[in-house]
T-cell receptor
Framework: NAGVTQTPKFRVLKTGQSMTLLCAQD?????MYWYRQDPGMGLRLIHYSVGEGTTAKGEVPDGYNVSRLKKQNFLLGLESAAPSQTSVYFC????????????FGNGTRLTVT | SQQGEEDPQALSIQEGENATMNCSYK?????LQWYRQNSGRGLVHLILIRSNEREKHSGRLRVTLDTSKKSSSLLITASRAADTASYFC???????????FGAGTILRVKS
C-alpha cells in the first residue's frame, strides 16, 4: 500500500497562474482533507470531502477549489495563484468521522512569486 | 480558528530525559489525538484518547486528558534523538467531520 500520495512534491508558480494538486489514496477511505501549513500557524483546513461527489469548506477556502470525482482522488485547484498561497499543502484521508486517525501524504511545497 | 493550543512552542532536552507537551482546547470533544511531524514529512498519528479516558499509554508515550480543564498532555519518556520532531494535538469539530490542529510544539532532543 502506498497510503496517501501527493503530486507534485514541489512547484513554483508566478502570480496569476493556475495549477492543480493531486491527492490519491489506496486505503478506500471515505473522508479526504486538504490542509495548508505555514510557519507558526499549524495546519489549517482548506476543504474536505466526506464522500465521492461531495465537498465542503474548511477554515481557509478562499482562492481554492476542490473536486472529488472518484473516491480515491481529491484535487485541489488554484485558479489564480497569489503570493499569500505560498505554503506547504498536505492531503489526508480517514475511514470516517473524527474518531478515526488521519493518514497524511508528505506534502506539496508551493512557492508563488 | 484553532481549537487546540500547544505549550510550550519549543522544547530542547537531552537524550534520556522526559519531554512533556501540553494542549488546551476550547469546546467539548469526544476524543483528542496527538500527531508527530518529522522535518519535511507529513503528520503521523501517535495516539487517540477518548473523552471518557483519563490516561492512555503507547510504548514510551503517555497521554492524559482532563475534560474539566479542557487540557491534555503528552509525555515522552526516556527521549531519543529520533524523537526530534514537531508534535500536534488535534480535536474533532462539526460532528467529527473536521479535525482541527494546534500550532504544535517543536521538540529537539540533543544527543
Amino acid at each position: 500500500n502506498a497510503g496517501v500520495t501527493q503530486t507534485p512534491k514541489f512547484r513554483v508558480l508566478k502570480t496569476g497562474q493556475s495549477m492543480t494538486l493531486l491527492c490519491a489514496q489506496d486505503m478506500n477511505h471515505a473522508y479526504m482533507y486538504w490542509y495548508r501549513q505555514d510557519p507558526g500557524m499549524g495546519l489549517r483546513l482548506i476543504h474536505y470531502s466526506v464522500g465521492e461527489g461531495t465537498t465542503a469548506k474548511g477554515e481557509v477556502p478562499d482562492g481554492y477549489n476542490v473536486s472529488r470525482l472518484k473516491k480515491q482522488n481529491f484535487l485541489l485547484g488554484l485558479e489564480s495563484a497569489a503570493p499569500s498561497q505560498t505554503s506547504v499543502y498536505f492531503c489526508a484521508s480517514s475511514p470516517g468521522t473524527g474518531r478515526s486517525p488521519l493518514h497524511f501524504g508528505n506534502g506539496t511545497r508551493l512557492t508563488v512569486t | 480558528s484553532q481549537q487546540g493550543e500547544e505549550d510550550p512552542q519549543a522544547l530542547s532536552i537531552q537524550e534520556g530525559e522526559n519531554a512533556t507537551m501540553n494542549c488546551s482546547y476550547k469546546t467539548s470533544i469526544n476524543n483528542l489525538q496527538w500527531y508527530r511531524q518529522n522535518s519535511g514529512r507529513g503528520l503521523v498519528h501517535l495516539i487517540l484518547i477518548r473523552s471518557n479516558e483519563r490516561e492512555k499509554h503507547s510504548g514510551r508515550l503517555r497521554v492524559t486528558l482532563d475534560t474539566s480543564k479542557k487540557s491534555s498532555s503528552l509525555l515522552i519518556t526516556a527521549s531519543r534523538a529520533a524523537d526530534t520532531a514537531s508534535y500536534f494535538c488535534a480535536t474533532p469539530q462539526e460532528y467529527g467531520n473536521k479535525l482541527v490542529f494546534g500550532a504544535g510544539t517543536i521538540l529537539r532532543v540533543k544527543s
